[in-house]
């Protein structure tokens, strides 16, 4: 039961009423628990900011890293014990910007890591401040004028080497979800999970919803499923693409 994953004991958890972040731990305990991962042979890394905290509620060894660092402690992990299954888990604001160097080289290295990246679009622990996956005229605590620049394009550096696992999904699709996580631990090498995630009380309230279930309902309205076969997702399509 994918219950005896995680630290009961521990909840309720310290997100806000309403944060995704609940739903992206739910959903990897139990495609974990269908795997048959566990303290034995899976390990979760987390970097700094609100998805960090999830390695703490899991009940396997895990490590929470300095903030950026997480893939290059993964990729030590993985070294010393190549037949671990090792899984990270972060935001976006840690994972692309003070650990974006290690994103782009860690991907070009393709070791056998699966990395879920929690995209709300905002630095959330911090306040609400624009990040680098944050939408242009994007109003933030730090850009009441809207954001000026274009986010990174993460599909586009997943793709840049000769081999990929790049996947998108919302927490909405729980379905398409699960089966991410799955295929992206299963692929023998690099594997990312870029997933939309909404963050209500430090970017969902700003943008005018008044609800977390008003800005889950803007993910079913948005996201469309890609085609089989694609090879690029375009904007607001879920899928993954993959060569290797």
Known sequence: MFKDLLKMELFPTSWCPGCGIGQ??????TVMDEMGLGHTNSTIISGVGCTGRMAGYFNVDGVYTLHGRALPVAEAA????????????????DLTSIGGNHLLHAARRNPDLTVLCNSNQVYGLTGGQAGP???RDTRTV????????????????????????YARTTVF?????????????????????????????????RLGFKSAYEMLQHFRQTYKRATDG????EPFEIGIVRKG
């Open 133 to 135: 996956t944050t939408p």
């Open 78 to 93: 993985k070294l010393v014990n190549p037949d671990l299954k090792v899984i990270v888990v972060s935001g976006d604001g």
């Open 230 to 233: 694609a090879e690029t997702l």
């Open 173 to 205: 699709h729980q379905v398409h979800f699960r089966n991410c996580i799955k295929e992206a631990i299963a692929w023998p090498g690099f594997a990312f999970v870029d997933i939309m995630c909404h963050c209500i009380e430090n970017n969902g309230r």
């Open 142 to 165: 730090s850009t009441p004028g809207g954001a000026p620049y274009d986010p990174v394009n993460l599909q586009n550096l997943m793709k840049a080497g000769g081999r990929y696992f």
């Open 24 to 29: 992206v731990m739910i959903q990897l305990a």
